[in-house]
């Protein structure tokens, strides 16, 4: 995908010069160790922090789930510019990590932890947010994605871990099941799809505390 409407030619990190690695809490590990395992991913799968040149890679599985609609609010494909400024907004990054799942060196899914919400009194909470590319499916990748951002968010100290999903999103539903998220909300033909569809928007969280 070209990026539009920048007319500027330079590097993602020669544009972006304060976007570093995200995530430091998280060591570069390759697939097989004993985080993997903890999080049960397949064997041929590992997981490190996000870098810059994974942007191609993020933008692309996002927008896969904005294309085939009912998992973004976002109604059209998003640039690599876009997904930048997403991947700046998680600082500082020891408090708002994004990982990526990769498969011989091929990103196959991300996750990020994310501000809840822009005023301070909302710090000791976050969101769960992530995706998987349509070819990695059916792997467990999503389970495991699911167990970083618990695991994550309670070593980081936060009160509660929330999610926000289309209601007839059957699968992301069930993992918030599997996993004791409890429901607190549903918002009735809240959200319009690439497609033009509106969704019921359900709202979920996980007490750490």
């Not at 289309?166 to 996993?179: C, I, Q």
């Amino acid at each position: 995908m070209e990026c539009g409407g920048s007319g500027d030619d330079r590097p993602l990190s020669a544009r972006h010069p304060s976007i570093r690695p995200v995530g430091e809490g998280l060591k570069n590990s390759e697939a097989g160790t004993s985080h993997e395992q903890a999080l049960g991913l397949p064997e041929e799968y590992g997981v490190r922090p996000a870098m810059v040149e994974d942007l191609q890679a993020i933008t692309d599985i996002y927008n896969q789930a904005v294309s085939s609609g009912g998992a973004s609010a976002d109604t059209a494909v998003q640039t690599v510019e876009e997904r930048a400024v997403w991947l700046h907004s998680h600082t500082p990054r020891n408090r708002y990590p994004v990982i990526v799942v990769q498969q011989a060196g091929t990103v196959a899914a991300f996750a990020s932890i994310s501000r809840f919400h822009p005023r301070p009194g909302y710090d000791a909470i976050v969101e769960l947010s992530y995706y998987v590319g349509l070819g990695h499916r059916g792997h467990g990748l999503g389970t495991s994605l699911v167990k970083w951002g618990l695991q994550t968010a309670r070593e980081l100290g936060y009160a509660s871990l929330n999610t926000v999903i289309f209601a007839d999103n059957a699968g992301s539903m069930a993992l918030m099941r599997r996993f004791d998220f409890i429901q607190y909300g549903l918002l009735p033909h809240a959200a319009e799809d690439s497609q033009g569809v509106r969704h019921d928007v359900a709202y979920w969280y996980h007490s750490l505390s």
